[in-house]
């Protein structure tokens, strides 16, 4: 069984500034995808980036990238240019790679809060 | 639009009064399944749907039924509430893109259920 750990509960940084999550799993797969979820006060998930393990180079999607670390099984997420509406819960999540299994395991969740 | 919709959003119950959560997606999705979000936990899964008359359990699926006899529905039934299961449930759909990692994992708004 997969394990996702995200160790920091809370987290506050001002506007503008660069944060980083951190997101640690446990896996004895080889291939997988890697997720970071936010999640804003409406409760809606949203998708922020995605990662494949059999990728080396990390994923970035405009201010947000990744730090995807396989051998030490570290995933974590940089926000840089911080803005209030990245104000939010933000969740790692895994999912093996082979077809029919569309399960992912989701962390405990980081509470985000950008201070104006 | 492509979305996932549930309902009801928001329910207070007492326990052992049987209901239902709804859910339908509009995206043609073969994968359905429910998570359950409760603080300190993270997402946990209940239940999911490969396909129609496709379904099975998740990681905590004491307590709840499903079924999907249209591939567009995928309802979670509480037989016999009771005040554990108070919390926020997800559906969410994805069509078998995702599973080879490329597509999306829909999520619906929510559902928060509170069992007194």
């Known amino acids: 069984a997969q394990t996702v750990t995200q160790s920091q509960p809370e987290m506050s940084v001002q506007e503008a500034e660069t944060v980083t999550l951190s997101c640690t799993y446990d896996?004895?797969?080889?291939?997988?995808?890697l997720f970071w979820y936010k999640q804003p006060p409406s409760r809606q998930m949203i998708l922020v980036i995605r990662?494949?393990?059999?990728?080396?180079q990390n994923a970035t999607e405009n201010r947000f990238s990744v730090n995807f670390q396989k051998a030490a099984k570290s995933f974590s997420l940089k926000i840089s240019d911080s803005q209030l509406g990245d104000t939010a819960m933000y969740f790692c999540?895994?999912?093996?790679?082979?077809?029919?299994?569309?399960?992912?395991?989701f962390g405990t969740g980081t509470r985000l809060t950008i201070i104006p | 639009e492509a979305q996932v919709t549930q309902n009801p959003r928001y329910l207070i119950t007492v326990t052992g009064k049987k209901l239902t959560v709804t859910c339908s997606q509009n995206?043609?999705?073969?994968?359905m399944s429910w998570y359950r979000q409760d603080p300190g936990l993270g997402l946990r899964q209940i239940y999911y749907?490969?396909?129609?008359?496709?379904?099975d359990k998740g990681d905590v699926p004491e307590g709840y039924k499903v079924s999907r006899k249209e591939k567009r529905n995928f309802p979670l039934i509480l037989e016999s509430p009771s005040p554990n299961q108070t919390s926020l449930y997800f559906c969410?759909?994805?069509?078998?893109?995702?599973?080879?990692?490329?597509?999306?994992?829909?999520f619906g708004e929510g559902s928060r259920l509170t069992v007194l």
């Open positions: 969410a759909s994805s069509s078998q893109a995702h599973s080879l990692g490329t597509g999306e994992l829909f």
């Open positions: 999540a895994f999912k093996p790679s082979y077809f029919g299994n569309e399960k992912l395991t």
């Open positions: 990662q494949e393990a059999y990728k080396q």
């Open positions: 896996t004895s797969e080889n291939n997988y995808y």
């Open positions: 995206m043609n999705h073969e994968y």
């Open positions: 749907s490969m396909n129609v008359e496709v379904t």
